[in-house]
């Protein structure tokens, strides 16, 4: 079975600039999470769906973050524009059940540094 | 959902048993208790979960004391793979309800 699929693995931008992360999460996972991982802590939520409504995005900072799951299955997460503290490991997971329930399976996620 | 307090790090010899504990002294009787590792560059992953009784499972037992204020994850013969953060959260189950990370247990397993 194939795992959470994140790209790219690394990107590397100056601040004020956008950047755009895609995840492509377990086939039949309805419920899609994204995480922000700074360097020495524990992940942080960032906003769940569930199919392709939000469920919560209240720690989403946005003024400058924005994340989509159109048709349900996969999902965008964008910075416009980026600062120095956004510079994190974003961490893409899915889940078979319903939000708050079941095990999560995380992608290995994407890397960006902001300059 | 409550909080965890976990060590930040130990330390583990390679075939041992690995006994990390976590203390959730506010837990209330619908939480669960979750157990998800991470290893360097890598993404966490799932290890076990449980209620109030002892689970195991091919990766790990769960140990949860009867006022379910604390438990203790047991990784019965730890190997250099098993180098990790390991993170205890406890969750309600279903109703929107977030899996929150804390800071997690650093396990060094050496030779």
């Known amino acids: 079975e194939a795992g959470v699929a994140q790209s790219p693995r690394y990107k590397i931008i100056e601040k004020r600039q956008s950047v755009a992360f895609w995840c492509n999460p377990i086939?039949?996972?309805?419920?899609l999470y994204w995480y922000q991982q700074i360097l020495g802590q524990g992940p942080k939520l960032l906003i769940q769906?569930?199919?392709?409504?939000?469920?919560?995005d209240s720690q989403l900072p946005k003024d400058r973050f924005s994340a989509e799951r159109l048709k349900g299955v996969d999902s965008t997460l964008k910075i416009q524009p980026a600062k120095l503290e956004d510079s994190a490991v974003y961490l893409c997971?899915?889940?078979?059940?319903?939000?708050?329930?079941?095990?999560?399976?995380f992608g290995e996620g994407s890397r960006l540094t902001v300059l | 959902d409550a909080k965890t307090t976990q060590p930040p790090s130990m330390d583990c010899a390679e075939g041992r048993a690995a006994n990390l504990p976590c203390n959730h002294s506010?837990?209330?009787?619908?939480?669960?208790v979750y157990w998800y590792r991470q290893i360097h560059s890598q993404g966490p992953q799932y290890i076990i979960h449980?209620?109030?009784n002892n689970e195991t499972n091919e990766m790990a037992s769960l140990i949860i004391t009867e006022d379910r204020k604390s438990s203790t994850l047991i990784l019965p013969h730890a190997t250099l793979r098993d180098t990790a953060v390991y993170y205890c959260?406890?969750?309600?189950?279903?109703?929107?309800?977030?899996?929150?990370f804390g800071t997690g247990t650093q396990l060094k397993v050496e030779l």
């Open positions: 997971a899915s889940s078979l059940r319903g939000i708050g329930s079941g095990e999560l399976f």
């Open positions: 086939s039949g996972h309805a419920t």
């Open positions: 769906f569930q199919n392709n409504g939000v469920v919560d």
């Open positions: 506010t837990i209330s009787g619908n939480e669960y």
């Open positions: 449980g209620l109030k």
């Open positions: 959260i406890v969750r309600v189950e279903g109703g929107g309800n977030k899996l929150t």
